[in-house]
């Protein structure tokens, strides 16, 4: 080495052990350990100690050059890789707890192994040991595999790292990723070439003192920078890559170097022998199209950076699966979303029509209108059900081996314009598929592609069942509606045929009676009315015709009592005031009517049915009271106005029901108190008329 570059590297030396010190010294100074001694902290301090150590032992062995020194400049310059390896193996061990961190066991043996090989790597010259050959060589292999460990962890950690934690662990990783990749290739040409390169060697401390200030920069940023770093919970391994790479030329130089030395005086010609071997290894890996298929589709999968941008595909898709008014239109968004994501411009949905076990076409997007449906049993669904691959027809009928034994259907082969085929699955059930027109552009297919296509048809498939049972719950409250309004409709048509029955059974023995006739016309004049309103109640709705009204709650009163005058039994009623509610005056005479003979048939002919009217609270009061037979708190709470419950024998339980649903309607309530065997007593709260029709004189008093 010429005096000008033991000159340089002298230098060298000096600043990188005065720049670690320093920095080592401005973080005692801060007080790292001062709070807490946690191991990354300890760990940071040892790797900038030793760097310095490293740095002025080079410089005293420039000055005077004894094996001594030389051994502690190498020893300094192993464990501070061992200090960062702990550093950065803490931070990937610190949530070891959370799930979804990457096992980092096997990395700690190995930085353990690497640690422990460099270091007897150098004692072995000092201790006389030379059964392992040339002990500068193996010194070299175990220097140039320090930094490339070092690479796979400090991209671990930096890939993983929170965004919040990224700002501030950045300096640091660019830092030690300057120094690592410079040791990287100064260890590694050297073991290639059998030297090293002596100008990159004077300048070695030089650039490792250049990495301090980006160092010290993580360390402004935050007075507890080490405490905030933090990995994502979601973390995984990506470090194939360089670890691939560092093995590869850990493997090739520890080859060549064994068959050199070991070859005796073959060696030199066994070492072409084999790098020959190695070039025309990679020449048939560069000339095998499944393996670099298999090479390309598995780096490209984990490694490198994916074609699409997931969230905004996916937020994307969203929106346009959100867009919808109608079944037909979430057909076609659907459609779209997935076409949109290839540049495809036309394609068609299959779905299955309740009851049928065909698909059939649901919603098409500037594809041509078909009636061929498909059995949901014939081989293509079979094989969509069970793969859930994303079928290319392109691919298919160049090399359909890849496909087993599917069979696709005519209609299928037979349109033109086919290009995809994506299965739209809902756990182990195929609910569709979606058939996508040929992109614009040419369009690769890959792995990425498809594992894109599945995982969208899934949600698709998710919004489309979720559309369907959507339409089926309507429709089966359409018929509930129905069904409830039809229960109303036979609840009045009971009564009205009873009223009738009554009257015939009357008419055998009264036919002569001129009073009796006269009321027998009313009563069928009444009965055809009621039937009126029923048909139109049917046609228009559960709802009565007409506006709520000003009713007379006193005259109601004073018809069912005659009522029930007419059937032989007596209603006691007390009028307190002249009161007027709110509401249908048909609707309240028969819930009124429904009430009163409640209590009649729970109440034996020698009992006693009672029905006070009167206000209270601002609102109209009417109170039913028996002596009947009364009923329990748990019928009371659980059945009684429930839809078809009922203790009678030719009930159907839909009075109480539909006398509780209109005056929460109208705004009353109903409270219900009752003693078995002692009797009941139903309160009817309803809002007055008057309440309504005094404000309006007010209003117009203000005008």
Request: with cysteine; hydrophobic share 50%.
């Amino acid at each position: 080495m010429s005096d000008g570059s033991l000159t340089l590297t002298a230098w060298s030396y000096g600043l990188a052990g005065l720049a670690y010190s320093a920095f080592a010294l401005r973080l005692l100074q801060l007080g790292l350990l001062q709070a807490d001694r946690q191991l990354s902290k300890v760990a940071v301090l040892a790797a900038l100690g030793l760097s310095a150590l490293w740095g002025w032992f080079g410089l005293l062995f420039l000055q005077f050059p004894t094996p001594a020194l030389l051994l502690l400049s190498a020893l300094s310059d192993q464990l501070r890789y061992a200090s960062w390896f702990v550093f950065l193996l803490t931070l990937l061990r610190r949530d070891q707890s959370a799930p979804g961190l990457p096992d980092v066991s096997w990395m700690t043996g190995l930085s353990a192994a690497l640690t422990a090989l460099a270091v007897v790597a150098l004692l072995l010259p000092a201790l006389g040991i030379g059964w392992l050959g040339d002990s500068a060589q193996l010194i070299l292999l175990s220097a140039m595999a320090l930094p490339v460990f070092g690479m796979v962890l400090l991209e671990q950690v930096f890939r993983n790292a929170t965004d919040d934690s990224r700002w501030n662990i950045k300096p640091l990783s660019l830092g030690l990723a300057g120094t690592f990749l410079f040791d990287l290739y100064l260890f590694s040409q050297a073991v290639l070439f059998n030297r090293p390169d002596q100008d990159a060697l004077s300048i070695r401390g030089g650039i490792h003192a250049l990495m301090v200030p980006l160092l010290l920069m993580s360390s402004t940023r935050r007075s507890d920078w080490i405490a905030k770093i933090h990995l994502s919970p979601k973390a995984a391994f990506h470090s194939a890559t360089l670890l691939m790479a560092g093995a590869y030329l850990i493997f090739i130089s520890g080859v060549g170097y064994y068959v050199r030395y070991f070859g005796g005086e073959w060696g030199r010609a066994l070492q072409l022998g084999l790098v020959f071997l190695a070039l025309i290894a990679l020449m048939m890996l560069a000339l095998s199209g499944s393996l670099r298929a298999r090479l390309r589709v598995f780096l490209g999968k984990h490694f490198f950076r994916y074609r699409y941008d997931y969230r905004e595909e996916w937020l994307k898709f969203t929106r346009t699966l959100s867009v919808k008014n109608s079944p037909q239109e979430m057909g076609q968004q659907v459609i779209r979303g997935l076409a949109d994501m290839l540049e495809s411009p036309a394609g068609g949905l299959w779905l299955r029509n309740k009851g049928e076990g065909a698909f059939s076409q649901m919603a098409r997007w500037n594809l041509a209108q078909t009636a061929e449906k498909e059995d949901m049993n014939s081989p293509m669904c079979q094989f969509m059900m069970t793969s859930g691959w994303v079928i290319n027809l392109e691919e298919f009928r160049s090399f359909n081996r890849r496909y087993g034994q599917l069979q696709l259907p005519v209609w299928l082969q037979q349109m033109p314009r086919a290009w995809l085929l994506v299965p739209l699955t809902m756990g182990p059930d195929l609910i569709g598929f979606v058939v996508l027109a040929s992109a614009r552009t040419r369009v690769d297919v890959n792995w990425e592609v498809n594992d894109l296509l599945k995982t969208a048809g899934q949600q698709a498939a998710s919004y489309l069942a979720q559309m369907q049972a959507t339409e089926a719950l309507l429709e089966v409250r359409k018929f509930d509606a129905f069904n409830r309004m039809s229960a109303f409709v036979v609840h009045d048509l009971k009564n009205i045929i009873t009223q009738l029955s009554l009257m015939m059974k009357n008419a055998k023995r009264l036919a002569n009676n001129p009073e009796f006739q006269q009321d027998m016309l009313m009563t069928v004049e009444n009965s055809l009315d009621r039937m009126r309103q029923l048909m139109l109640q049917l046609r228009e709705g559960a709802a009565p015709p007409g506006t709520a009204l000003g009713v007379d709650l006193g005259a109601i009163i004073a018809r069912v009592a005659g009522v029930a005058a007419v059937r032989g039994r007596k209603l006691e009623f007390e009028l307190l005031d002249s009161v007027a509610a709110r509401g249908h005056e048909e609707r309240l005479e028969r819930i009124i009517g429904h009430v009163v003979q409640n209590a009649f048939d729970a109440t034996d002919p020698s009992g006693r049915v009672s029905l006070k009217l009167d206000r209270s609270a601002g609102m109209a009061r009417m109170v039913v009271t028996d002596t009947g037979h009364g009923m329990s708190p748990e019928f009371i709470r659980d059945r009684l106005f429930k839809p078809f419950q009922t203790t009678k024998q030719a009930g159907m339980g839909i009075g109480a029901f539909e006398s509780f649903q209109y005056v929460q309607e109208l705004g009353g309530k109903i409270d219900v108190q009752s003693q078995q065997n002692q009797g009941t007593s139903v309160t009817i709260m309803l809002p007055l008329f008057e309440n309504q029709k005094h404000s309006d004189l007010l209003a117009m008093k203000a005008q």
